[in-house]
């Protein structure tokens, strides 16, 4: 199985940087790490090249049952999993949840910082 282009740091800083307001910092252990308002969304872990995010809950029950899908080191008590190239997800199912991710994590954010990004 070929690695989706979405989990190489350039795929997935543009598509990250796509999304409404969205913005990107690497951190950690320069890992490249999308945010909206301040609040991490969604990362690609360089090594070993696993992109985590946040997923509603019965998303989380549904893919971490998936080979290649677990819950997200340090992030699975809030709702995250962490998805390897060798998981069954094409390319266009790992952008789905990653829109999906960024609308719940904005759907986290206070009004008023909602208002302040337009979103």
């Not at 740091?9 to 308002?37: C, M, N, Y």
């Amino acid at each position: 199985m070929t690695h989706p282009l979405i989990m190489h740091r350039p795929g997935f800083e543009a598509f990250i940087l796509s999304l409404p307001r969205a913005t990107l910092v690497r951190q950690w252990r320069d890992d490249s790490v999308g945010k909206i308002g301040g609040k991490v969304f969604a990362l690609l872990d360089r090594d070993p090249g696993d992109i985590w995010l946040k997923v509603s809950d019965m998303a989380y029950e549904l893919l971490t049952e998936l080979d290649g899908i677990r819950p997200a080191p340090y992030f699975a008590r809030a709702g995250w999993v962490a998805i390897s190239a060798e998981s069954p997800l094409s390319e266009d199912e790992i952008k789905a949840y990653l829109v999906e991710a960024h609308r719940l994590v904005t759907l986290r954010l206070t009004r008023k910082a909602r208002a302040e990004l337009g979103l």
